[in-house]
Structures are given as structure tokens and as C-alpha cells.
């Protein structure tokens, strides 16, 4: 028998929509794929009883004719987002085992679409981390190796969980966040798909928050396609969270494979930094050659603020969080460390129950939101934030249709191996992925090749706003003239 | 504003006079089913946690949605104050820790509030109007509450009240006396009561102030403020200005400068006493909420809401000077609610507008003051008493007996001209049968004519004599008429 967790989601849709298989067999494969593959920790809960549960509603609906588009197709959930009666902890230890009594918009879209849920995903902690390895529940390790190496290696992060559950054949999509590259970084290390659409496509409602104004719900898949089929489902308008489009949604599906002649794509000069390898370079180079076979135009153009966007991206997101994770205080939920009086209550809940990367970032946000600093660091953050995404608006009047960067700065590093002393180290993971955070835009992380070592590398395609479509069209040339990357050996199972 | 000091206002000090300098901060909680940011009821009242949304109790992910009806509140409210009205505004957070604070913010309105400068006209006491400005009014969630008394060793908190929407209206520094104080959120509250956008209870909490005080020599610029915080009744507003006024007089005569700080009221003792200073004051670190998009409207909306306020306390008290010819103090307590200027309306119209003023004003008003009830549960109607007013002026019934019959109507009900006729209470105006009484009174009480003659005030008791011999229903004038000619005085 063929392994089902290696089909992609759109041709589990169509061997379920044409009944060759059914949803209750495909689930079990997965479940028990996702047992065997309990050293890499990408799942923080399984919920198999809850997933073959959900595997015979659908087969009943499929029976009746009553299919929706996800119909019985597992998935895997990033613990930020809230599920009804399964914990949800943002991968926090101060969450305890909190179980909320409501589903947030985006996963209640996807149940209704029929998908089935295998159990929640690994992240750092309240996403704040680029490795993973922030997570309450310990690092996620990738499905990854080097060649000739079995050093355990980061999936990226945030969505270190969702990257690695879609790489490792654990699920068949995934549920991921994006605020400053937590959905494309981790697709990039793990030779998997995924987009972080416009700001207010999706809606926020019911996910944790860390960054309100950066935030953004998004897939994770092994495809182009996949994602497309994904967030079709996933967006749209919700009263609910005011920052949210109303605007339609369209059938993504439609455009991978679209044609892709005569659209010009910008390549920002900005974005060769400084010590970028040679590998990078000539990735970046492989893919401006990908899209021009392809009857694209390549432009060179300028986003001349991208310098200031990381330093900026790591005022405006801590001091967001710092006031977003004030509701943790062991009054009402999660966990509460007593103390002799309310404040060391608050003091000693906080303390026990934020990790370090958390705390500091909660300390950094508090620093820049005070009396006598406000001015000097946020406002001139939102000040950079307004021209970077004018750098955008004016290179898309120019007539470019997409931006193609490489996704991160390098390949895949061990678990332990970067920001130990330094986080700037860590941060400077996020400096291509930012930009598109800080400006409230599409981008698109897609395999473009291996490194020497033989792990994946991605390149980001930025889009205009909610032009999420030409992303597709655009990423699925890449991903047909890169070829798929081939699938990581199954060392752990 | 630094208008020309009042002597009548200023207090005396050991080392001369001093001038209380007033600012008010009104909290006044939005008239709304639910709460400013969440479908959650405002009811008053339930059990704890009764009304409590995901939101309000701060849930992860949870976010806020603006509450269209608070808004039309706050720019009905701004329209008012003649008040600009910002139509873009923006949402900030104010942050800080308390349990009952779930969100360990407040949403709040901190650089670009919804209604800007505006101003309210104040009738005082002795007559004398001011202005008083407004700087701003800005929108907020309110806090839950904090129960300290129902475990030894815990806190209880009930998020009943956390979210729902108030209006902070700021004023200027205008006020220079607790009169000024009082008599201002008097007509602030009758303003907002009118306009339907908060009900003004106090006792409920739903208008609480925070009184800035300050106190300098006449002409001096302005002294060091300490801030009252949550005044709720106006009795306590004016007085904490006195005591806060007396205490910091007393520190600057002995030479003391006042510290910058926040004040509590005690209303037990009488006294203000500190709550923090101004370097323990939180550093709020207010940013603009990122979970909601600025607050814009068109003017056209605003204009649609114009159309639809109703007639405010300062327009019906001109009109009802202009149209029924009442008195400005008069119109001014006629328009205190607006359910008694309806009332006095009701029954002046078609009617003699200063009968009807002073039969609402001292009888009906003074009754209901007596019973301890509001106009709208009045056991006497507009029309029963507008029935009695024409009576009067009919002469149908005397003045006295117009008294009886409102007693007769406030206890008994029924239709004043019915009563009248049925209980006989008709005023005597036969001369020939007031006549024959006058004689028979002159005639039994020789001793009294003689006196009348030299001292002509005795005539009051010859006129209450016959009054009591017709059992009140003759004519007074008449009576005082026969009287006169037959005693033979002016």
C-alpha cells in the first residue's frame, strides 16, 4: 500500500472527493504517523480521538453529498490558535492547561470546510522566536539533516511546529502565524510552502495575540497549490476583529497556474546585505532566471528604508506584546503564583510563567511605550514603518506586479547553535521577512533548491495588497521549475 | 479664562483672601444595552459576573468591537456642550495592573478625542450665570470591581461593570467656588439626562467626578493642584472643594507649598486625605490601540443626529419665558428635568402661564418633594391640575379652596370639577348672600367695628370671619369689597 501522509492536500481532495479513499483511512494514517514521529515534538497535544471523530462526520457528509472543500483532509493547528475544548497555550507555560470555550474564526472556517483536526502544533513561546526553540514544551527538532550529518537541526519559528509536522508527512496542512516571517522562515527551513497574506485577510479573532498591528493567520503546506486551497478557506471578513477586510474572497486554486508573461518583478538592491553567501546570492539569482523563462520581466528596484526595518520591527512588536501579554496576570486564567500581596502575585506569576525570550521582550516593549522614550523610540518606529511601506507603494506604481527576495539570510542551523549570548543573532533571522510585516503585505515563501549541505533553501515573493493571487501564480512557477525538494529521510520512525 | 475676581467668592485666609480654582473631570457612563467594546448587557445589578463577555474578561485573543450606539451617544452628547465634534478619533490604551482591569488596559481616548472645546451655561444660587469651557470628552471602558469583604484572605472581583462605555468630560479650569462646582454638574446632569445619553444616577455610580483643586491669591497665576478622585454625589463634590480649599490654604499660610497629588474623599469624615503622590502616579505608557482603526465618521452622520436631539434645558427655559411669560428663575426650576418642564407645559398650555408656573413649582413640586416622588409617578395629572388652574381662574373656586381640592385630588383622585360640584365647594360670588354674612358678623362684633375704624389692618379679621361663616366658598375680593364700604374704610 502507498503511503498516504505523502500525497500533497490537493490530491487527498480529489482521491476523498472521488471516494477512492476515505476520510477515516486517511486520518488513521496520519494519526499514526504522527505517534511514530513523537521525537521531533511537533505536535504539543494529539487529539486522535477527536481527529477519527471528525474523519466519520466527514465520510457521513461525503456519503450524503454534502462535501465541503476540506472535506476529511487532516490538518495540524498551531497552538496559538484557540480550540473549543482542547488546550490551546500558545506553547506558554502561563496558558497551564487552559482550554478555551470558543473556536477562533479562522480554525471554526476550517472545520466548516470539513477539515479534521490531528492536534495543536509546536511554536516558540507566544511566537516569539525564529527557532522554535522558546516553546514551554521544549525545541521542535526538523525532519532535516545536513548530508552526512545527523546534528539535530531548528525547523525555524514561529511556526516551527507547523513547518515540520508539514515537512515530516505528519500532517497534510497546517495552521501557522506570521508577524515578523514566523510563517515563511519556517517553510523556508523545512522545504515546505507558506504564505502570510495581507494584514486583514484573515481574521485574528481567537488567535493569541503578540504584535495586533503585525500579526497575521496563514498556511503552511507542502504546495503552492495546497496553500491556495488552504487559505481560501482560512480568509475573509470577520465582524469580529475590526481590523479585518471586508472584501471577497477568490477562488486562489484558480490562479496556480495562471500565466505569469509579462508581469515585472522587482528585485530590491537593498536586500543584498552585507556577508550574504554565495549560495544565497546565486538562489536568489536561480529564481529571477525561474520567473523570466516564465515571460516575466525582472526589474531592478529600490526599498530604500529596508535597513531600518528590522531595528524598527523589534520596537513596534515588543511594545505591542508587552501590552497584549498584560492580560496575563493569574487573576483569571492560566497559571497563578500566590504571593504576599497582589503585586507580588502578578510578580511572581509573570516571573515562573514567561519564559526568558517572553520576559525580555515584555521588557523591552514596556521600555519603549514610557514616559520620556515613547517619542524617541515608538513614534520614530511608526515613523519608519509609514516609509517602508511607502517604499512598497512607490515601487509598486512603477508597475511591478511582485518583489522576489531570498525568505532568510541562510539555510537551516542546530538546535542550541545561535543566540545564546546574543538575540540580535536570532533576530537578524527575520531581517528579509519584516519588511513585508511592517507594510502589511503578502509574501510567499517557496523552495527554491538545496543548500551544499543539502538542506532547503527559500526564496519570498512579495505581493501588492490583497493580490495574494499573483503570489500563487508566481510561486508555482518557481515550484515547478525548482521540482519539488525531495522529502527528508525518515530518521525517526 | 481669567474673568475678574469675584469678591463674594474668595475665602478668607489668617493673611488675607484666596481664590479656589475648580477643574472637573465627570465620568459619566454612557446610556447603552451594551457595553462599549463587547455585545455584553449593561444592566445594573445581577449577580457577579452576570454580564460578562469573552471580551470584557480579557479571554486570549479576544478583541474589541466598536459599539455603534456609544459613539451616536458621545456626539449627541458633544452636540450638547456645543461642542466641536472630531470626526476622526482614535482609541489608546492606558496601561496598567489591577485585577479588576482584564486586560491590564484600559481602552481609552488619550491624543485625538471624539468632542473637543465646547461650554455650558450655569444659572448659580444667587441668580448670576457663568460659562463654564469644556476642554474634551473622550470615550472609555469602565473597570470591573474589587470585593474586599467577602473572604478574610481574598479578593473578589465582578467584571459586571468592566467594559462598559463612559464619557470622561473634562472641563476647564473655570469653576472659583463648591457653589460653582455643584451648581455645574447639576447642569451637566440635566443636560445629559436630557439628551438621553446618560441617566445620571449617582447612587449607581453612572456620573462619578474627579474635582482638581487649587487655591491662589486673586490675580495670581495658578497654584499646585491635588486631584479628588471619584466624587459621587454632588453634596460630596462641594464638600471636598471646602475642605481641600481650607486644607491648602492652611499649608500656604504656615508657609508649606502643596504637593501635586491624588486625593481621596471621605465622606464619613468629611475630609480629603492622600492616595499617591505624583512620583508614585503610574507611567500609563498610552499607544494607540492596535486592535481597532481610528474612529471616523462624516459630518453628515453628525448633522443626522443633530436633527434628532431634543429641545436642550437652555432653549426651553428661553421659551418658556418668551411663551408663557415666567420668570427666569421660575423657567430655570420648571426645566431642571425635563419630565417637569413636560409637565408644566401640559398644564400651561392654553392656560395663564404664571398660574400654571406657580401651581407647579410650589404645590405640585413642593408635594412631591414632601412624598418623596418624582414627577412621572405624580398622583395628580397635567390635566387634573390644569382642571383645577381653570377653575380658578374661572372663579369657580377661591384660592384656599383650589388647595383643598389639590389635597382632594393627590389623595383621592378623580375629576377636580366634579368634585367640586359634588362636594358644594363652589365659590360664593351672591353678593346679596356675602352681604347678609358681613352684616350678620358686623353686627355680633360691635366692639371690633369700633377698632377697624382706627387701626383699617383689622379688615383681615372681619374677612377671615366671613370666610368661615360661608365655609371658605365666598368670594375673598368680594367679601373684602362689602367689608370695606359697610366699615366704612379705604
Given at each position: 500500500m502507498t503511503d498516504l501522509t505523502q500525497m500533497t492536500l490537493a490530491e487527498a481532495r480529489d482521491a476523498v472527493a472521488a471516494k477512492k479513499l476515505s476520510s477515516t483511512e486517511l486520518t488513521k494514517a496520519f494519526v499514526d504517523a504522527v505517534e511514530k514521529a513523537r521525537p521531533l515534538n511537533a505536535y504539543v497535544l494529539e487529539t486522535p480521538e477527536k481527529a477519527l471523530a471528525m474523519a466519520k462526520a466527514s465520510d457521513e457528509r461525503i456519503a450524503k453529498g454534502a462535501a465541503g472543500p476540506l472535506e476529511g483532509l487532516p490538518l495540524g493547528i498551531k497552538d496559538l490558535y484557540a480550540t473549543e475544548g482542547t488546550r490551546t497555550t500558545?506553547?506558554?507555560?502561563?496558558?497551564?492547561?487552559f482550554v478555551p470555550p470558543y473556536e477562533s474564526t479562522v480554525t471554526s472556517q476550517l472545520w466548516r470546510d470539513g477539515a479534521v483536526m490531528l492536534g495543536k502544533l509546536n511554536n516558540d513561546e507566544f511566537a516569539?522566536?525564529?527557532?522554535?526553540?522558546?516553546s514551554a514544551f521544549g525545541p521542535v527538532v526538523s525532519p532535516w539533516q545536513r548530508t552526512g550529518s545527523n546534528a539535530q537541526l531548528v525547523p525555524g519559528g514561529s511556526s516551527g511546529g507547523s513547518s515540520a509536522a508539514v515537512a515530516a508527512n505528519i500532517c497534510l496542512g497546517a495552521t501557522a502565524t506570521d508577524t515578523g516571517g514566523s510563517i515563511r522562515q519556517p517553510a523556508a527551513f523545512t522545504g515546505t510552502v507558506g504564505i502570510k497574506p495581507t494584514?486583514?485577510?484573515?481574521?485574528?479573532?481567537?488567535i493569541v495575540a503578540f504584535a495586533s498591528s503585525l500579526d497575521q493567520a496563514g498556511p503552511i503546506a507542502k504546495t503552492v497549490r495546497d496553500n491556495a486551497i488552504l487559505l481560501r478557506s482560512m480568509a475573509g471578513f470577520d465582524p469580529k476583529d475590526s481590523t479585518s477586510a471586508d472584501r471577497a474572497v477568490p477562488d486562489y486554486e484558480k490562479a496556480v497556474g495562471a500565466s505569469v508573461k509579462g508581469m515585472k518583478i522587482g528585485i530590491p538592491k537593498e536586500y543584498r546585505v552585507d556577508g550574504m553567501s554565495a549560495e544565497i546570492e546565486a538562489l536568489w539569482q536561480k529564481g529571477a532566471d525561474m520567473l523570466r523563462a516564465a515571460g516575466a520581466e525582472i526589474v531592478e528596484v529600490s526599498l530604500p528604508h529596508t535597513k531600518y526595518a528590522l531595528p524598527a520591527y523589534y520596537i513596534v512588536a515588543p511594545a505591542e506584546a508587552s501590552s497584549n501579554l498584560a492580560r496575563y496576570d493569574g487573576v483569571r486564567y492560566g497559571v497563578r503564583v500566590p504571593g504576599k500581596d497582589i503585586v507580588s502575585m502578578y510578580e511572581n506569576t509573570r516571573a515562573e510563567g514567561f519564559g526568558k525570550e517572553v520576559r525580555r521582550r515584555i521588557m523591552i516593549g514596556t521600555y519603549v511605550l514610557s514616559a520620556g522614550y515613547y517619542d524617541a523610540y515608538y513614534v520614530r518606529a511608526q515613523k519608519i514603518r509609514t516609509l517602508i511601506r511607502q517604499d512598497f507603494e512607490k515601487v509598486y506604481a512603477q508597475g511591478i506586479n511582485a518583489i522576489l527576495t531570498p525568505a532568510t539570510p541562510s539555510a537551516a542551523f542546530g538546535i542550541g547553535e545561535k543566540g545564546g549570548a546574543d538575540p540580535v543573532e536570532m533576530y537578524l533571522n527575520d531581517v528579509f521577512t519584516v519588511t513585508v510585516n511592517m507594510a502589511g503585505l503578502p509574501g510567499i515563501a517557496v523552495p527554491g533548491g538545496l543548500s551544499a549541505e543539502g538542506l532547503p533553501l527559500g526564496l519570498q515573493l512579495i505581493g501588492r495588497p490583497f493580490d495574494e493571487e499573483t503570489l500563487f501564480s508566481l510561486g508555482e512557477v518557481i515550484e515547478q521549475a525548482a521540482g519539488r525538494v525531495a522529502l527528508p529521510q525518515r530518521w525517526w520512525a | 479664562m481669567n474673568a475678574t475676581v469675584d469678591p463674594k467668592k474668595l475665602i478668607k485666609g489668617a493673611t488675607g483672601d484666596w481664590e479656589v480654582v475648580i477643574g472637573m473631570e465627570i465620568h459619566a457612563q454612557v446610556t447603552s444595552q451594551s457595553k462599549l467594546f463587547s455585545g455584553a448587557s449593561t444592566e445594573f445589578g445581577g449577580d457577579p459576573n452576570d454580564h460578562v463577555s469573552l471580551v470584557d474578561a480579557a479571554m486570549p485573543g479576544m478583541l474589541p468591537v466598536i459599539n455603534a450606539e456609544c459613539v451616536a451617544q458621545a456626539i449627541r452628547t458633544g452636540l450638547g456642550l456645543k461642542a466641536q465634534i472630531n470626526l476622526r478619533s482614535v482609541f489608546d490604551r492606558k496601561n496598567y495592573f489591577y485585577p479588576d482591569l482584564p486586560q491590564g488596559y484600559q481602552i481609552s481616548q488619550y491624543k485625538d478625542p471624539i468632542v473637543g472645546e465646547g461650554e455650558v451655561l450655569v444659572d448659580l444660587p444667587d441668580g448670576q450665570q457663568i460659562t463654564v469651557g469644556i476642554e474634551r470628552l473622550h470615550l472609555e471602558q469602565d473597570a470591573g470591581k474589587s470585593l474586599h469583604d467577602q473572604s478574610p484572605t481574598m479578593s473578589f472581583v465582578d467584571l459586571n461593570r468592566s467594559g462598559v462605555a463612559l464619557m470622561e468630560i473634562v472641563s476647564k479650569p473655570d469653576l472659583r467656588s463648591s457653589d460653582e462646582a455643584r451648581a455645574y454638574v447639576t447642569k451637566l446632569r440635566t443636560i445629559l439626562r436630557y439628551l438621553g445619553t446618560c441617566d445620571g444616577n449617582m447612587e449607581e455610580g453612572s456620573l462619578r467626578a474627579d474635582v482638581n483643586v487649587s487655591v491662589r491669591r486673586p490675580g495670581e497665576p495658578l497654584g499646585t493642584r491635588c486631584e479628588i478622585k471619584n466624587v459621587n454625589s454632588i453634596r460630596f463634590i462641594g464638600q471636598a472643594i471646602e475642605y481641600e480649599a481650607r486644607r491648602q490654604i492652611g499649608i500656604l499660610e504656615d508657609g508649606g507649598k502643596i504637593d501635586q497629588e491624588t486625593r481621596l474623599f471621605d465622606p464619613g469624615k468629611g475630609e480629603t486625605r492622600s492616595m499617591r503622590s505624583k512620583e508614585e502616579a503610574h507611567d500609563y505608557r498610552y499607544f494607540p490601540d492596535p486592535d481597532l482603526l481610528p474612529l471616523e465618521f462624516t459630518q453628515a452622520y453628525v448633522d443626522e443626529l443633530k436633527k434628532g436631539l431634543p429641545e436642550l434645558p437652555d432653549e426651553k427655559k428661553a421659551r418658556f419665558i418668551a411663551a408663557y411669560g415666567v420668570t427666569a428663575y421660575d423657567a430655570g426650576v420648571l426645566v431642571a428635568e425635563r419630565a417637569g418642564a413636560d409637565y408644566f407645559e401640559a398644564v400651561a398650555k392654553g392656560r395663564d402661564g404664571k398660574a400654571a408656573a406657580n401651581w407647579v413649582i410650589n404645590e405640585l413640586f413642593g408635594r412631591l418633594n414632601k412624598d418623596g416622588k418624582d414627577v412621572t409617578s405624580s398622583p395628580v395629572s397635567a390635566a387634573q391640575l390644569g382642571a383645577i388652574v381653570d377653575l380658578i381662574g374661572e372663579g369657580t373656586i377661591s384660592g384656599k379652596l383650589a388647595k383643598d381640592l389639590f389635597e382632594i385630588v393627590w389623595t383621592e383622585g378623580g375629576d377636580p370639577k366634579e368634585i367640586v360640584e359634588t362636594r358644594g365647594m363652589k365659590q360664593v360670588t351672591d353678593t346679596g348672600a356675602i352681604e347678609a354674612a358681613v352684616d350678620a358678623v358686623i353686627a355680633a362684633n360691635p366692639d371690633k367695628v369700633e377698632q377697624a375704624k382706627a387701626k383699617?389692618?383689622?379688615?383681615g379679621w372681619f374677612v377671615g370671619q366671613v370666610m368661615k361663616q360661608s365655609g371658605g366658598k365666598a368670594n375673598p375680593q368680594a367679601v373684602n369689597d362689602i367689608l370695606k364700604a359697610k366699615l366704612g374704610i379705604e
Amino acid at each position: 500500500m502507498t503511503d498516504l501522509t505523502q500525497m500533497t492536500l490537493a490530491e487527498a481532495r480529489d482521491a476523498v472527493a472521488a471516494k477512492k479513499l476515505s476520510s477515516t483511512e486517511l486520518t488513521k494514517a496520519f494519526v499514526d504517523a504522527v505517534e511514530k514521529a513523537r521525537p521531533l515534538n511537533a505536535y504539543v497535544l494529539e487529539t486522535p480521538e477527536k481527529a477519527l471523530a471528525m474523519a466519520k462526520a466527514s465520510d457521513e457528509r461525503i456519503a450524503k453529498g454534502a462535501a465541503g472543500p476540506l472535506e476529511g483532509l487532516p490538518l495540524g493547528i498551531k497552538d496559538l490558535y484557540a480550540t473549543e475544548g482542547t488546550r490551546t497555550t500558545a506553547c506558554s507555560k502561563i496558558l497551564g492547561n487552559f482550554v478555551p470555550p470558543y473556536e477562533s474564526t479562522v480554525t471554526s472556517q476550517l472545520w466548516r470546510d470539513g477539515a479534521v483536526m490531528l492536534g495543536k502544533l509546536n511554536n516558540d513561546e507566544f511566537a516569539m522566536g525564529s527557532s522554535n526553540e522558546t516553546s514551554a514544551f521544549g525545541p521542535v527538532v526538523s525532519p532535516w539533516q545536513r548530508t552526512g550529518s545527523n546534528a539535530q537541526l531548528v525547523p525555524g519559528g514561529s511556526s516551527g511546529g507547523s513547518s515540520a509536522a508539514v515537512a515530516a508527512n505528519i500532517c497534510l496542512g497546517a495552521t501557522a502565524t506570521d508577524t515578523g516571517g514566523s510563517i515563511r522562515q519556517p517553510a523556508a527551513f523545512t522545504g515546505t510552502v507558506g504564505i502570510k497574506p495581507t494584514y486583514g485577510r484573515c481574521s485574528r479573532w481567537g488567535i493569541v495575540a503578540f504584535a495586533s498591528s503585525l500579526d497575521q493567520a496563514g498556511p503552511i503546506a507542502k504546495t503552492v497549490r495546497d496553500n491556495a486551497i488552504l487559505l481560501r478557506s482560512m480568509a475573509g471578513f470577520d465582524p469580529k476583529d475590526s481590523t479585518s477586510a471586508d472584501r471577497a474572497v477568490p477562488d486562489y486554486e484558480k490562479a496556480v497556474g495562471a500565466s505569469v508573461k509579462g508581469m515585472k518583478i522587482g528585485i530590491p538592491k537593498e536586500y543584498r546585505v552585507d556577508g550574504m553567501s554565495a549560495e544565497i546570492e546565486a538562489l536568489w539569482q536561480k529564481g529571477a532566471d525561474m520567473l523570466r523563462a516564465a515571460g516575466a520581466e525582472i526589474v531592478e528596484v529600490s526599498l530604500p528604508h529596508t535597513k531600518y526595518a528590522l531595528p524598527a520591527y523589534y520596537i513596534v512588536a515588543p511594545a505591542e506584546a508587552s501590552s497584549n501579554l498584560a492580560r496575563y496576570d493569574g487573576v483569571r486564567y492560566g497559571v497563578r503564583v500566590p504571593g504576599k500581596d497582589i503585586v507580588s502575585m502578578y510578580e511572581n506569576t509573570r516571573a515562573e510563567g514567561f519564559g526568558k525570550e517572553v520576559r525580555r521582550r515584555i521588557m523591552i516593549g514596556t521600555y519603549v511605550l514610557s514616559a520620556g522614550y515613547y517619542d524617541a523610540y515608538y513614534v520614530r518606529a511608526q515613523k519608519i514603518r509609514t516609509l517602508i511601506r511607502q517604499d512598497f507603494e512607490k515601487v509598486y506604481a512603477q508597475g511591478i506586479n511582485a518583489i522576489l527576495t531570498p525568505a532568510t539570510p541562510s539555510a537551516a542551523f542546530g538546535i542550541g547553535e545561535k543566540g545564546g549570548a546574543d538575540p540580535v543573532e536570532m533576530y537578524l533571522n527575520d531581517v528579509f521577512t519584516v519588511t513585508v510585516n511592517m507594510a502589511g503585505l503578502p509574501g510567499i515563501a517557496v523552495p527554491g533548491g538545496l543548500s551544499a549541505e543539502g538542506l532547503p533553501l527559500g526564496l519570498q515573493l512579495i505581493g501588492r495588497p490583497f493580490d495574494e493571487e499573483t503570489l500563487f501564480s508566481l510561486g508555482e512557477v518557481i515550484e515547478q521549475a525548482a521540482g519539488r525538494v525531495a522529502l527528508p529521510q525518515r530518521w525517526w520512525a | 479664562m481669567n474673568a475678574t475676581v469675584d469678591p463674594k467668592k474668595l475665602i478668607k485666609g489668617a493673611t488675607g483672601d484666596w481664590e479656589v480654582v475648580i477643574g472637573m473631570e465627570i465620568h459619566a457612563q454612557v446610556t447603552s444595552q451594551s457595553k462599549l467594546f463587547s455585545g455584553a448587557s449593561t444592566e445594573f445589578g445581577g449577580d457577579p459576573n452576570d454580564h460578562v463577555s469573552l471580551v470584557d474578561a480579557a479571554m486570549p485573543g479576544m478583541l474589541p468591537v466598536i459599539n455603534a450606539e456609544c459613539v451616536a451617544q458621545a456626539i449627541r452628547t458633544g452636540l450638547g456642550l456645543k461642542a466641536q465634534i472630531n470626526l476622526r478619533s482614535v482609541f489608546d490604551r492606558k496601561n496598567y495592573f489591577y485585577p479588576d482591569l482584564p486586560q491590564g488596559y484600559q481602552i481609552s481616548q488619550y491624543k485625538d478625542p471624539i468632542v473637543g472645546e465646547g461650554e455650558v451655561l450655569v444659572d448659580l444660587p444667587d441668580g448670576q450665570q457663568i460659562t463654564v469651557g469644556i476642554e474634551r470628552l473622550h470615550l472609555e471602558q469602565d473597570a470591573g470591581k474589587s470585593l474586599h469583604d467577602q473572604s478574610p484572605t481574598m479578593s473578589f472581583v465582578d467584571l459586571n461593570r468592566s467594559g462598559v462605555a463612559l464619557m470622561e468630560i473634562v472641563s476647564k479650569p473655570d469653576l472659583r467656588s463648591s457653589d460653582e462646582a455643584r451648581a455645574y454638574v447639576t447642569k451637566l446632569r440635566t443636560i445629559l439626562r436630557y439628551l438621553g445619553t446618560c441617566d445620571g444616577n449617582m447612587e449607581e455610580g453612572s456620573l462619578r467626578a474627579d474635582v482638581n483643586v487649587s487655591v491662589r491669591r486673586p490675580g495670581e497665576p495658578l497654584g499646585t493642584r491635588c486631584e479628588i478622585k471619584n466624587v459621587n454625589s454632588i453634596r460630596f463634590i462641594g464638600q471636598a472643594i471646602e475642605y481641600e480649599a481650607r486644607r491648602q490654604i492652611g499649608i500656604l499660610e504656615d508657609g508649606g507649598k502643596i504637593d501635586q497629588e491624588t486625593r481621596l474623599f471621605d465622606p464619613g469624615k468629611g475630609e480629603t486625605r492622600s492616595m499617591r503622590s505624583k512620583e508614585e502616579a503610574h507611567d500609563y505608557r498610552y499607544f494607540p490601540d492596535p486592535d481597532l482603526l481610528p474612529l471616523e465618521f462624516t459630518q453628515a452622520y453628525v448633522d443626522e443626529l443633530k436633527k434628532g436631539l431634543p429641545e436642550l434645558p437652555d432653549e426651553k427655559k428661553a421659551r418658556f419665558i418668551a411663551a408663557y411669560g415666567v420668570t427666569a428663575y421660575d423657567a430655570g426650576v420648571l426645566v431642571a428635568e425635563r419630565a417637569g418642564a413636560d409637565y408644566f407645559e401640559a398644564v400651561a398650555k392654553g392656560r395663564d402661564g404664571k398660574a400654571a408656573a406657580n401651581w407647579v413649582i410650589n404645590e405640585l413640586f413642593g408635594r412631591l418633594n414632601k412624598d418623596g416622588k418624582d414627577v412621572t409617578s405624580s398622583p395628580v395629572s397635567a390635566a387634573q391640575l390644569g382642571a383645577i388652574v381653570d377653575l380658578i381662574g374661572e372663579g369657580t373656586i377661591s384660592g384656599k379652596l383650589a388647595k383643598d381640592l389639590f389635597e382632594i385630588v393627590w389623595t383621592e383622585g378623580g375629576d377636580p370639577k366634579e368634585i367640586v360640584e359634588t362636594r358644594g365647594m363652589k365659590q360664593v360670588t351672591d353678593t346679596g348672600a356675602i352681604e347678609a354674612a358681613v352684616d350678620a358678623v358686623i353686627a355680633a362684633n360691635p366692639d371690633k367695628v369700633e377698632q377697624a375704624k382706627a387701626k383699617p389692618t383689622m379688615i383681615g379679621w372681619f374677612v377671615g370671619q366671613v370666610m368661615k361663616q360661608s365655609g371658605g366658598k365666598a368670594n375673598p375680593q368680594a367679601v373684602n369689597d362689602i367689608l370695606k364700604a359697610k366699615l366704612g374704610i379705604e
